[in-house]
């Protein structure tokens, strides 16, 4: 079965430094695709990165980076330089490829509290 | 621009009382989801439809109900709220199954009373 693990429930920083948020995950498929979602005070579900797990290439956006490593069943997430709107729970999902799956299997979220 | 919209984002409702809560997509995406999350939760899928095909979750109590009359819409209908039910309902949209990505939308706060 599939499952995805955030052991950091809650990370406070102040402006300015980095954080990264961890998530671990767990497949028996050799094809899957991972996500991280930010979910702001508002409520809404913002997309932020999908990645297949063929493409070991880390990525970075702006302030933003991940790290995926399949070896340790991992894909970090950086963010460097936070700032206060960067304030969110942000959660990695974990989606299988096989036919019939259509759920995206959510880690528990991390809330980050960035400080002014 | 293209977005999936939820209407209202805010209902209040009585226990008991039948509630529909409303998401449309401009996307033409195949797929729509419906999604609860609880306080401090990640957010756990309810059914999904792909075109006019109903796919719903093992567990999804049968107190939630869902149509989809064309492409564009896609309504959640609470039989019987009850006081558990309170919750953020999320709307998302992909493309196709599985592994495409899923966009939500702002969601509705349901509270019962």
């Known amino acids: 079965a599939q499952k995805v693990t955030q052991a950091q429930t809650e990370i406070s920083v102040v402006e300015k430094e980095d954080v990264t948020l961890d998530c671990v995950y767990e497949?028996?498929?050799?094809?899957?695709?991972l996500f991280w979602y930010k979910q702001p005070p508002s409520g809404e579900l913002v997309f932020l990165i999908r990645?297949?797990?063929?493409?070991?290439q880390n990525e970075i956006s702006g302030r933003y980076s991940w790290n995926f490593q399949k070896s340790t069943s991992s894909f970090n997430f950086t963010i460097t330089a936070s700032q206060v709107v960067d304030s969110a729970v942000y959660f990695c999902?974990?989606?299988?490829?096989?036919?019939?799956?259509?759920?995206?299997?959510f880690g528990s979220g991390t809330r980050l509290q960035v400080q002014p | 621009d293209a977005m999936v919209i939820q209407n209202p984002r805010y209902q209040v409702t009585q226990f008991g009382k039948p509630v529909t809560l409303s998401c449309s997509q401009t996307?033409?995406?195949?797929?729509m989801y419906w999604y609860q999350q609880k306080s401090s939760q990640a957010p756990k899928l309810l059914f999904h439809?792909?075109?006019?095909?109903?796919?719903n979750e093992a567990d999804t109590p049968d107190n939630f109900q869902s149509r989809r009359p064309n492409t564009s819409f896609c309504f959640l209908d609470i039989r019987s709220p009850g006081l558990g039910d309170a919750a953020m309902y999320l709307c998302?949209?992909?493309?196709?199954?599985?592994?495409?990505?899923?966009?939500f939308g702002p969601g509705t706060r349901l509270t019962v009373l």
């Open positions: 990645r297949n797990s063929f493409d070991e």
């Open positions: 497949t028996r498929d050799t094809t899957y695709y």
């Open positions: 998302a949209t992909s493309l196709a199954i599985s592994t495409d990505t899923q966009y």
């Open positions: 439809y792909y075109d006019k095909d109903f796919n």
């Open positions: 999902a974990l989606s299988e490829a096989r036919a019939g799956r259509r759920a995206l299997t």
């Open positions: 996307l033409n995406h195949n797929v």
